[in-house]
């Protein structure tokens, strides 16, 4: 008799188990924090976040400087939890129709060496709302984010790639 019951109340446990795991998988989100307001991206970037157009080749050296930065910038971005000041760059100068100058073919010769490096980087952008977020706000593509660069106390850079030449 013992047995029995034994069994008969580890059924009513696993079945109470799986009652419990399946509701709180299909519970509704509505716990979670929208991001179709406005305030609420600003709450999650708390940083103003400006945009700005250039040359390739106006930045060249500090492009380069921060594609090889990427491993490091992407360990920095996953522990930032404030920014102060956030810059979208947007360099000009990248596209198939654009002419081959010598800053384009070095800015592209880093992109290839460090590939693994701005994946890691981007991946980084992706897991942290103060930045994809910030990002996402101004329509910008991960796979367009060329660079990061951390200037003076919590300024940041995102340098990304425009089409216009």
């Known amino acids: 008799m013992d047995t029995y019951l034994f069994f008969k109340v ?3 446990l696993a079945a109470a ?4 795991f399946t509701a709180f998988l299909c519970a509704p989100s509505g716990y979670a924090q929208g991001l179709a307001a406005k305030e609420t991206i600003d709450t999650i970037v708390d940083a103003e976040v400006e945009t700005a157009d250039e040359t390739a080749t106006a930045r060249e050296q500090r492009v380069i400087a921060a594609i ?4 490091d910038n992407a360990a920095q971005i996953r522990k930032r939890v404030s920014v102060d000041n956030l810059k979208i760059v947007f360099l000009h100068g990248f596209g198939p129709d654009c002419a081959d100058t010598a800053s384009r073919s ?7 060496d460090f590939a693994t490096d701005i994946t890691a980087m981007r991946e980084a952008i992706q897991g942290s709302a103060i930045f994809y977020h910030a990002v996402d706000s101004r329509s910008v593509l991960l796979n367009d984010i060329v660079a990061v660069e951390f200037g003076q106390s919590d300024d940041v850079t995102v340098m990304v790639a425009s089409t216009k030449c």
């Open 106 to 112: 070095a800015i592209n010769a880093k992109l290839e």
């Open 68 to 71: 090889e930065n990427s491993r």
């Open 10 to 12: 580890r059924r009513l």
């Open 17 to 20: 188990s799986l009652g419990l």
